[in-house]
């Protein structure tokens, strides 16, 4: 029964307050960033196809904060941790600001040149149908790229990585852990269409589209970033490194910042387990020096 009720669907519904409020924390920023770049488009006159692009750019501006979401999602889905939202969010924000910039970049051209590509070759499909199999396999390139996306925030917020490495091991799990890949992409393609299907039925329904607006800028980031993480978390613990459950290497005193932070770290490093490869320190698995090899690893180095 305790399994039961520490269960990701479980806790989802007995702990949805505090994931509401981690989810308005991240939506406020991108409903702001978002009004912003779509009055922007307007008053440049631009076309619909080029106002994509403008738009789109509230992905950049928003991303870091979603670097907070997840690591609540991470904190009450996975880890089973009650944690105060406010601390956890924007300590990740402020920790993970620039290297979510770059992933809010990555998944604004993919955002982007999917969209050119798939009107272009399209349109082309119409008069010949060899651009219909073209078609085919760059919808498939986007969905392997979207698969590898939603991999991304949570090894960048969980390990210190460089970017080649999160984006490696990303793509990589994507076909290492097939099962749970196919499974997340297909909860984010339902929640998806879900929320697509609202819009366009409230489209010209005045109040009702602008609450309905409200609700998905709400409910969406938080649902999509919930399912997403739950499904892959254990795939990633599995292949990259725990970083909670019984073969982690927590952190004993609760993260500082400043003097006391460094000194959390100095502890952690000094009682992690000698043949851990990575070690729990302030939220985030960091590599540990001081790991001694064993012998399979010594094994596979001949």
């Known amino acids: ?6 269960s990701s669907f479980v806790r989802f519904f007995t702990k949805l307050p505090q994931l509401l409020l981690g989810g308005i924390l991240f939506s ?3 409903a702001v960033f978002l009004g912003i770049f779509v009055l922007i488009g307007r008053l440049t006159g631009l076309n619909n196809i080029f106002l994509l692009a403008i738009w789109s750019l509230a992905i950049i501006s928003a991303m870091p904060f979603y670097a907070g979401l997840v690591m609540v999602v991470r ?4 880890e089973k941790e009650d944690a105060n939202v406010f601390h956890v ?7 993970n600001f620039k290297a979510f910039l770059f992933h809010g970049f990555i998944l604004y051209l ?4 999917a969209f050119f590509a798939v009107i272009y070759y399209y349109s082309l499909a119409q008069t010949d149908i060899v651009f219909g199999s073209v078609l085919t396999l760059y919808l498939i390139f986007i969905i392997l790229l979207i698969a590898t996306m939603c991999y991304v925030p949570l090894i960048s917020v969980t390990y210190e990585l460089r970017y080649r490495d999160v984006y490696k091991n990303s793509f990589l799990l994507v076909f290492g852990k097939i099962l749970r890949s196919l499974a997340a992409m297909v909860l984010l393609a339902v929640v998806s269409f879900a929320a697509f299907l609202a819009l366009l039925f409230t489209f010209d329904k005045g109040v009702w589209f602008a609450v309905v607006i409200v609700l998905v800028l709400l409910l969406y980031p938080l649902l999509s970033c919930y399912i997403v993480n739950s499904v892959l978390a ?11 459950g019984k073969n982690a290497q927590p952190l004993a005193v609760a993260p500082g910042s400043g003097a006391d932070s460094a000194a959390q770290e ?27 090899p064993t012998d399979s690893d010594r094994g596979s180095s001949i």
């Open 89 to 95: 969010f924007f300590e990740s924000v402020k920790e």
């Open 266 to 292: 100095v502890k952690a490093l000094e009682n992690a387990d000698s043949s851990s490869d990575y070690v729990f320190v302030n939220g985030k698995m960091i590599k540990n020096p001081d790991k001694k």
């Open 1 to 6: 029964m305790d399994k039961i009720k520490q």
């Open 28 to 30: 406020v920023p991108l």
């Open 75 to 78: 904190k009450y889905s996975v």
């Open 110 to 113: 993919i955002t982007v040149c």
């Open 234 to 244: 254990k795939g990633v613990q599995e292949t990259v490194g725990y970083f909670t």
